[in-house]
Protein backbone atom coordinates (compact mmCIF):
# COMPACT_ATOMS: atom_id res chain seq x y z
CA UNK A 1 0.00 0.00 0.00
CA UNK A 2 1.18 3.66 -1.05
CA UNK A 3 -1.33 5.09 2.32
CA UNK A 4 -1.83 8.29 1.37
CA UNK A 5 0.30 10.48 -1.22
CA UNK A 6 0.36 13.94 -2.61
CA UNK A 7 1.75 15.79 -5.36
CA UNK A 8 3.68 18.13 -6.34
CA UNK A 9 6.17 18.20 -3.33
CA UNK A 10 6.86 21.56 -4.44
CA UNK A 11 5.32 24.42 -5.86
CA UNK A 12 6.13 28.13 -6.19
CA UNK A 13 3.44 30.63 -7.12
CA UNK A 14 3.03 33.85 -8.04
CA UNK A 15 -0.11 36.07 -6.22
CA UNK A 16 -3.30 35.87 -7.59
CA UNK A 17 -2.34 32.29 -9.44
CA UNK A 18 -5.08 29.42 -8.58
CA UNK A 19 -3.48 25.51 -8.30
CA UNK A 20 -4.79 22.35 -7.19
CA UNK A 21 -3.12 20.40 -4.56
CA UNK A 22 -3.72 16.50 -5.25
CA UNK A 23 -4.07 13.66 -2.49
CA UNK A 24 -4.74 9.94 -2.83
CA UNK A 25 -5.30 7.56 -0.56
CA UNK A 26 -5.75 3.80 -0.94
CA UNK A 27 -6.60 2.20 2.29
CA UNK A 28 -10.20 3.09 2.13
CA UNK A 29 -10.63 5.60 4.59
CA UNK A 30 -13.74 7.51 4.96
CA UNK A 31 -12.47 10.40 6.63
CA UNK A 32 -9.64 12.52 4.75
CA UNK A 33 -8.04 15.98 5.98
CA UNK A 34 -6.36 18.71 4.56
CA UNK A 35 -3.45 20.84 7.18
CA UNK A 36 -1.21 23.41 6.58
CA UNK A 37 1.78 24.03 8.92
CA UNK A 38 3.27 27.33 9.13
CA UNK A 39 6.96 27.69 9.94
CA UNK A 40 7.58 27.26 13.97
CA UNK A 41 3.85 25.91 13.94
CA UNK A 42 1.58 22.96 14.81
CA UNK A 43 -0.79 21.70 11.69
CA UNK A 44 -4.08 23.72 11.96
CA UNK A 45 -7.03 22.10 10.05
CA UNK A 46 -8.29 23.61 6.57
CA UNK A 47 -11.23 21.39 5.65
CA UNK A 48 -12.11 17.35 6.79
CA UNK A 49 -14.55 15.00 4.27
CA UNK A 50 -16.00 12.02 6.03
CA UNK A 51 -16.72 10.14 3.04
CA UNK A 52 -17.37 11.02 -0.82
CA UNK A 53 -19.81 14.17 -1.57
CA UNK A 54 -19.26 15.52 2.44
CA UNK A 55 -16.81 17.81 3.46
CA UNK A 56 -16.91 20.65 6.12
CA UNK A 57 -14.69 23.75 6.68
CA UNK A 58 -12.32 23.26 9.99
CA UNK A 59 -10.10 25.85 11.14
CA UNK A 60 -8.44 27.69 8.64
CA UNK A 61 -10.46 27.21 6.03
CA UNK A 62 -10.44 31.03 3.96
CA UNK A 63 -8.85 30.84 0.27
CA UNK A 64 -9.22 27.06 -0.22
CA UNK A 65 -12.00 24.78 -1.50
CA UNK A 66 -12.26 21.05 -1.75
CA UNK A 67 -14.50 18.71 -3.21
CA UNK A 68 -14.87 14.91 -2.96
CA UNK A 69 -16.02 12.81 -5.74
CA UNK A 70 -14.49 9.48 -4.63
CA UNK A 71 -13.43 7.55 -1.53
CA UNK A 72 -9.75 7.78 -2.73
CA UNK A 73 -8.78 11.43 -3.52
CA UNK A 74 -9.42 14.61 -1.79
CA UNK A 75 -8.11 17.88 -3.76
CA UNK A 76 -7.53 21.50 -2.35
CA UNK A 77 -8.07 24.08 -4.28
CA UNK A 78 -6.43 27.44 -3.86
CA UNK A 79 -7.94 30.32 -6.19
CA UNK A 80 -5.93 33.49 -6.03
CA UNK A 81 -3.11 32.53 -4.09
CA UNK A 82 -1.72 34.99 -1.57
CA UNK A 83 1.68 35.19 0.26
CA UNK A 84 0.04 34.11 3.55
CA UNK A 85 -0.63 30.63 1.95
CA UNK A 86 3.22 30.14 2.06
CA UNK A 87 2.78 26.74 3.81
CA UNK A 88 3.35 23.23 4.16
CA UNK A 89 0.27 21.62 3.27
CA UNK A 90 -0.42 18.16 4.53
CA UNK A 91 -2.98 15.54 3.60
CA UNK A 92 -4.30 12.88 6.35
CA UNK A 93 -6.97 9.64 6.44
CA UNK A 94 -8.31 7.98 8.96
CA UNK A 95 -10.92 5.30 8.95
CA UNK A 96 -12.81 7.13 11.75
CA UNK A 97 -12.86 9.80 13.81
CA UNK A 98 -11.74 7.61 16.66
CA UNK A 99 -8.69 6.53 15.10
CA UNK A 100 -5.05 8.32 14.49
CA UNK A 101 -4.53 9.99 11.04
CA UNK A 102 -2.48 8.75 8.32
CA UNK A 103 -0.19 11.85 6.68
CA UNK A 104 0.82 12.30 3.69
CA UNK A 105 4.75 13.68 2.73
CA UNK A 106 3.27 17.19 2.51
CA UNK A 107 3.66 19.72 0.03
CA UNK A 108 5.87 22.80 0.15
CA UNK A 109 3.83 26.16 -1.43
CA UNK A 110 5.43 29.09 -1.49
CA UNK A 111 3.90 32.34 -3.00
CA UNK A 112 5.94 35.23 -4.01
CA UNK B 1 -6.62 29.86 25.68
CA UNK B 2 -4.35 27.65 24.00
CA UNK B 3 -6.19 23.45 23.75
CA UNK B 4 -2.87 22.30 23.72
CA UNK B 5 0.64 23.54 25.16
CA UNK B 6 4.17 21.88 24.63
CA UNK B 7 6.72 24.47 27.02
CA UNK B 8 9.76 22.85 25.75
CA UNK B 9 10.66 24.63 22.86
CA UNK B 10 13.62 22.17 22.30
CA UNK B 11 15.17 19.13 24.68
CA UNK B 12 18.74 17.28 24.52
CA UNK B 13 19.09 13.92 25.60
CA UNK B 14 21.81 11.62 25.91
CA UNK B 15 21.83 8.67 23.50
CA UNK B 16 20.30 5.13 25.63
CA UNK B 17 18.98 7.67 28.39
CA UNK B 18 14.97 8.11 28.79
CA UNK B 19 13.52 12.00 28.05
CA UNK B 20 10.02 12.92 29.00
CA UNK B 21 8.05 15.93 26.39
CA UNK B 22 5.37 18.00 28.25
CA UNK B 23 1.88 18.06 26.76
CA UNK B 24 -0.76 19.51 28.81
CA UNK B 25 -4.46 20.33 27.49
CA UNK B 26 -7.16 22.08 27.75
CA UNK B 27 -10.63 20.92 27.38
CA UNK B 28 -14.57 20.88 28.58
CA UNK B 29 -15.34 17.76 27.34
CA UNK B 30 -15.49 14.52 28.98
CA UNK B 31 -14.69 12.41 25.33
CA UNK B 32 -11.44 13.09 23.77
CA UNK B 33 -8.32 11.28 22.57
CA UNK B 34 -4.61 12.76 22.69
CA UNK B 35 -2.13 11.97 19.78
CA UNK B 36 2.08 12.46 20.02
CA UNK B 37 3.30 12.64 16.44
CA UNK B 38 6.83 12.76 15.12
CA UNK B 39 8.28 14.57 12.65
CA UNK B 40 11.64 14.08 11.48
CA UNK B 41 13.86 16.58 9.12
CA UNK B 42 12.45 15.24 6.14
CA UNK B 43 9.09 16.28 6.78
CA UNK B 44 6.22 13.87 7.17
CA UNK B 45 4.37 13.45 10.75
CA UNK B 46 4.54 9.85 11.92
CA UNK B 47 2.27 8.38 14.41
CA UNK B 48 3.41 7.47 17.64
CA UNK B 49 1.06 6.82 20.37
CA UNK B 50 -2.60 7.19 21.52
CA UNK B 51 -4.51 7.81 24.77
CA UNK B 52 -8.34 8.01 25.00
CA UNK B 53 -10.00 9.79 28.04
CA UNK B 54 -11.39 6.80 29.18
CA UNK B 55 -8.74 4.74 29.11
CA UNK B 56 -7.75 3.25 32.67
CA UNK B 57 -4.26 2.63 31.89
CA UNK B 58 -1.37 4.67 30.57
CA UNK B 59 -1.02 3.73 26.74
CA UNK B 60 2.66 1.99 25.46
CA UNK B 61 3.95 1.07 22.24
CA UNK B 62 7.24 -0.45 22.11
CA UNK B 63 9.66 2.88 23.87
CA UNK B 64 7.27 4.86 23.50
CA UNK B 65 4.57 5.52 26.94
CA UNK B 66 2.39 8.35 27.73
CA UNK B 67 2.21 9.43 31.04
CA UNK B 68 -1.33 10.20 31.28
CA UNK B 69 -2.41 12.01 34.28
CA UNK B 70 -6.37 13.46 33.99
CA UNK B 71 -7.13 15.91 36.82
CA UNK B 72 -3.93 17.36 35.77
CA UNK B 73 -4.62 17.19 32.37
CA UNK B 74 -1.48 16.33 31.38
CA UNK B 75 0.03 13.59 28.78
CA UNK B 76 3.42 13.59 28.73
CA UNK B 77 5.49 11.35 26.20
CA UNK B 78 8.12 9.59 27.69
CA UNK B 79 10.93 7.84 25.04
CA UNK B 80 12.85 5.17 27.03
CA UNK B 81 16.32 4.49 25.49
CA UNK B 82 16.84 7.09 23.31
CA UNK B 83 18.41 6.76 19.93
CA UNK B 84 19.93 8.89 17.21
CA UNK B 85 17.07 8.55 15.43
CA UNK B 86 14.34 10.13 17.78
CA UNK B 87 15.71 13.46 16.84
CA UNK B 88 12.69 15.51 15.28
CA UNK B 89 10.18 17.70 16.33
CA UNK B 90 7.37 16.20 18.79
CA UNK B 91 4.04 17.45 18.42
CA UNK B 92 1.05 16.83 20.79
CA UNK B 93 -2.56 17.12 19.64
CA UNK B 94 -6.05 16.32 20.98
CA UNK B 95 -9.55 15.37 19.40
CA UNK B 96 -12.26 16.71 21.43
CA UNK B 97 -15.65 15.12 22.01
CA UNK B 98 -17.70 12.14 19.93
CA UNK B 99 -20.17 14.37 18.26
CA UNK B 100 -20.68 16.30 15.16
CA UNK B 101 -17.13 18.35 14.69
CA UNK B 102 -15.33 16.50 16.04
CA UNK B 103 -13.16 15.42 13.52
CA UNK B 104 -10.08 17.87 14.30
CA UNK B 105 -7.04 17.38 15.59
CA UNK B 106 -5.54 20.40 17.47
CA UNK B 107 -2.00 20.45 17.86
CA UNK B 108 0.34 22.15 20.22
CA UNK B 109 3.57 24.26 18.56
CA UNK B 110 5.93 21.11 18.93
CA UNK B 111 9.03 20.50 21.18
CA UNK B 112 12.05 19.72 19.35
CA UNK B 113 14.61 16.68 20.51
CA UNK B 114 17.96 15.94 19.92
CA UNK B 115 19.58 12.99 21.23
CA UNK B 116 23.51 13.65 21.85
CA UNK B 117 25.79 10.45 21.02
Known amino acids: NAGVTQTPKFRILKIGQSMTLQCTQD?????MYWYRQDPGMGLKLIYY???????DKGEVPNGYNVSRSTTEDFPLRLELAAPSQTSVYFC???????????FGPGTRLTVT | AQKITQTQPGMFVQEKEAVTLDCTYD???????LFWYKQPSSGEMIFLIY??????QNATEGRYSLNFQKARKSANLVISASQLGDSAMYFC??????????????FGKGTKLSVIP
Open chain 2, 27 to 33: TSDPSYG
Open chain 2, 51 to 56: QGSYDQ
Open chain 1, 92 to 102: ASSPDRGHEQY
Open chain 1, 27 to 31: MNHNY
Open chain 1, 49 to 55: SVGAGIT
Open chain 2, 93 to 106: AMREGSGAGSYQLT
